[in-house]
């Protein structure tokens, strides 16, 4: 009995070491970056209406938006039913939809949920570093120079090395900001609006929770498996030094975002709107 529980307690352990420091500040992150998102697009609809927000950057953003849900459905076994990327009709608000359907008896189909539900935060991040790392030219590099690898850190000290990970990537991008460079400025609009369509509606998070929670039990069902047999669980220093670089770039497109409110209440101030 005393070995049984050594081993859920090992497995718990590893599950909660892997877990907290990926997830944990990508979540909190996620969820500003969806109350920001959420305020920016309720100024710009007072400021420029529907249409002023769609031929703005709204355009951009359900593209990218949708996209991040539908790229992910084929990767893990959905059907996409129907799909719409992006319409500049002002008869409704649902610029872009993505519909489909799944085995929900099938754990892959159900894991699948998860990364469908957050595509948008996925694919967005990717294509920020993308504008960031080629168009703008910031030295977005992981620094492998922390010493992530340590097997024997614990979740608080992974999550401080996390943070030291940010740190460097500020300084990296701060060092290399031109003013005089038009390519900023153009990066800046695109940030601003493929920030802006990182959202999550309430399905999107009640269908996310519920692909997470299966994740989380075959992840702790893998590490039990590896415990049981007194081996090591994976080493996830590679895993969390892109997590830390994915974190700043929801950082900056929350910053963005922000960056957006204050320019458009400005103007709604001089123009009394």
Known sequence: MTELLRVFQQAAAATMVQALPLGGPLLILGWLIHLSSGLLERE????????????????????????????????????????????????????????????????????????????????GTALIYLVLRYLAGFPLHIDYALPLADQSAGTLHRMWLFFLSFKSLAISVVRNIDLTDYRLYLAAYLVLSIGSSMTLSPQDISSGLKGLATLLSLVFLFNLGLAAIDRPSPNIAPVLSWAAVAGFLMLLSLAACWVGILIIRTLRALIRR
């Open 44 to 123: 710009s609809l007072r400021m420029f209406g529907l249409r002023g927000y769609l031929y703005l950057f709204g355009w951009i953003g359900t593209l990218v938006h949708e996209l991040g849900h539908a790229v992910f459905c084929p990767l893990f076994g959905h059907r996409i039913d129907e799909i719409r990327l992006f319409s500049l009709s002002t008869r409704n608000r649902s610029a872009g939809y993505v519909y489909h359907s799944y085995n929900d008896r099938n754990p892959y189909h159900l894991v699948g949920n998860f990364f469908i539900s957050v595509g948008p935060l996925l694919l």
